[in-house]
């Protein structure tokens, strides 16, 4: 079966400091991935996706970049935390064939301070 | 621009009926998903209509209308464990790229 792992699980970071958070799957192939951000209370934003190694599609101009070094593997970064980017980071995946559904990592909550 | 409207909030009692409405207006459509998201959890699948017509899945049911860029979510015999933020999204131009819409927060009373 698939699973999805997202790591930290909670993190606190100073302003200005940089960013790695990583997200794997397991028990899949060329999955499409996703990162997602959600504020207290809000919707989720799609950040960037992925449909293969090296593909990136950027959603929303800001200082966060993705990167997708092996198949199952994708990174969130940032060289310079700012406090906006406080919320909680949601990985996805879906097969590769389908967007139908998106399955969901535990996510990351960050709080910049 | 690509937006997905529901309502904010919605409560109900144990036991009865709710339904959660979605309007969308997308770039191409694929179809519409709903997703479940308890607090402090990560969103959950629920279901998918990309025709339209009613779907059915124990409880829950999503109907989808095209023609109207409409569609909802509607629980049966609600549980207090209902309780939970309801997101409908639209997978739309480009295939792999799904919308979400700001969700609707259900409190189910007993």
């Known amino acids: 079966s698939q699973t999805i792992h997202q790591w930290p699980a909670t993190l606190v970071q100073p302003v200005g400091s940089p960013l790695s958070l990583e997200c794997t799957v397991e028990g899949t192939s060329n999955p499409n991935l996703y990162w997602y951000r959600q504020a207290a209370g809000r919707g989720l934003q799609l950040l960037f996706y992925?449909?293969?190694?090296?593909?990136i599609s950027s959603e929303v101009p800001q200082n966060l970049s993705a990167s997708r070094p092996q198949d199952r593997q994708f990174i969130l970064s940032s060289k310079k935390l700012l406090l906006s980017d406080s919320g909680f980071y949601l990985c996805?995946?879906?097969?590769?064939?389908?967007?139908?559904?998106?399955?969901f990592g535990p996510g990351t909550r960050l709080l910049v301070l | 621009g690509q937006s997905l409207e529901q309502p904010s909030e919605v409560t109900a009692v144990e036991g009865a009926i709710v339904q959660i409405n979605c309007t969308y207006q997308?770039?191409?459509?694929?179809?519409l998903s709903w997703y479940q998201q308890h607090d402090g959890g990560a969103p959950t699948f629920l279901s998918y209509n990309a025709l339209d017509g009613l779907e059915e899945t124990g409880r829950f049911s999503s109907f989808l209308s095209r023609s109207d860029s409409y569609g909802y979510l509607l629980l049966q015999e609600l549980q207090m464990k209902d309780s939970a933020s309801y997101f409908c999204?639209?997978?739309?131009?480009?295939?792999?790229?799904?919308?979400f819409g700001a969700g609707t927060r259900l409190f189910v009373k007993a």
């Open positions: 997308t770039s191409g459509f694929y179809g």
């Open positions: 999204a639209v997978r739309g131009a480009g295939g792999f790229k799904t919308i």
């Open positions: 996805a995946w879906s097969p590769v064939d389908s967007d139908k559904t998106q399955y």
């Open positions: 992925s449909v293969g190694i090296g593909q």
